[in-house]
Nanobody, 126 residues
């Protein structure tokens, strides 16, 4: 599975930004998808994810009120709507995926996803 993220860039505090991710490759019928991010000098961290089997989504506490993850299950793309970004949201954002299982919960650890996109840089300026 190849993942292509897009939509990153430079934004001001209070602006909005939408990241998109398209999946292509072997004809997997279902993918659990998520966004992770990595800021300079910090470990990679979970941002938000969606379980394909249940449709449940989950977001990290740091972004829960401001960011929204969505997915078109028919095509498996996933998007991240970033509202009211803060300077601490500055990071490289990675779209990730793995073959869906029957577990209704969202996977939150990097090692639980086999497929990673190249990342898109988001810089939030104050």
């Amino acid at each position: 599975v190849q993942l292509q993220a897009s939509g990153g860039g430079l934004v001001q505090v209070g602006d909005s930004l939408r990241l998109s991710c398209a999946a292509s490759g072997p004809p997997f019928s279902a993918l659990d998808m998520a966004w992770f991010r990595q800021a300079p000098g910090k470990e990679r961290e979970f941002v938000a994810g969606i379980s394909w089997s249940s449709g449940n989504s989950y977001s990290a506490d740091s972004v829960k009120v401001r960011f929204t993850i969505s997915s078109n299950r028919a095509k498996n793309p996933v998007a991240l709507q970033m509202n009211s970004p803060k300077p601490e949201d500055t990071a490289v954002y990675y779209c990730v995926a793995d073959v869906a299982d029957e577990d209704p919960w969202v996977r939150g650890r990097p090692g639980e996803y086999d497929y990673w996109g190249q990342g898109t840089l988001v810089t939030v300026s104050s």
